[in-house]
């Protein structure tokens, strides 16, 4: 084999003949190069993919988050509403309780209550003789009787409003047998003793359904 006298190497028949003999490398080192960038693109493509999955979980967790938060807000305001703009009426003949359920509701944060000894008390205070209405409680706490109009006398008038503006209606009683006659009327009954946990949810519950009530009409 012949020597290159230049570099002192020897040197193959294809070197000696020129570039022919390395066209064929040339396009396989191409092919090469090729095949190798196609497979970088892909293992970049997977791997896109890969980070953009956490980020999407992590943008939905901010979302629902952000649905949760603006849910709680609402609840929050619409029960600041309540508590501020609800007309509670109290009506049970003996003051000392009237007092009492007045004071449990304050204590709860409601604002506006009006105390009343009788169910005919109640009367003059929400009808006009003109068949129009003075004022129109949202809720009415009644004892179930008393002295000259009871509490589901007082019920039946209040059945007259009409179904968008007639207030709700929760009945006290200490009797089981008074119970039993308010067990098929619209209405929340509370026994006596009671306590404050179970006024203050019966009362906010009864109030959210009337609000609900008021705007489907």
């Known amino acids: 084999m012949p020597e290159d006298h230049n570099s002192g190497f020897l040197i193959s028949p294809d070197k000696r003949e020129g570039n022919d003999a390395d066209e064929p490398k040339s ?74 359920i007045e004071r449990l509701l304050k204590m709860s944060g409601f604002k506006n209550t009006r105390l009343f000894y009788d169910g005919d008390e109640v009367f003059p205070v929400i009808f006009s003789d003109d068949g129009t209405y003075h004022e129109i409680p949202d809720l009415v706490i009644t004892d179930t009787e008393m002295k000259r109009v009871g509490g589901l006398a007082l019920y039946e008038r209040l059945k007259t409003i009409p179904d968008a503006l007639r207030p709700a209606i929760i009945a006290v009683s200490g009797g089981n047998d008074q119970q039993k006659s308010w067990s098929k009327e619209e209405v929340s009954f509370i026994p006596k003793p009671f306590d404050r946990g179970i006024m203050e949810i019966s009362v906010d519950r009864v109030l959210r359904e009337r609000l609900a009530r008021k705007n489907q009409k």
Do not use: C
């Not at 493509?45 to 979980?57: C, E, I, N, Q, V």
């Not at 629902?64 to 309540?82: D, F, K, N, Y």
């Open 27 to 100: 396009a396989e080192a191409q092919g090469k190069i090729t095949r190798l960038w196609d497979e970088i693109a892909e293992m970049a493509d997977s791997l896109r993919g890969k980070l953009a999955k956490p980020l999407d979980k992590k943008s939905e967790d901010v979302s629902v988050g952000s649905e949760s938060a603006t849910g709680e807000l609402r609840q929050r305001e619409e029960r600041e509403a309540i508590l501020k703009n609800s007309l509670i009426y109290i009506v049970d003949n003996e003051p000392a309780m009237t007092r009492a």
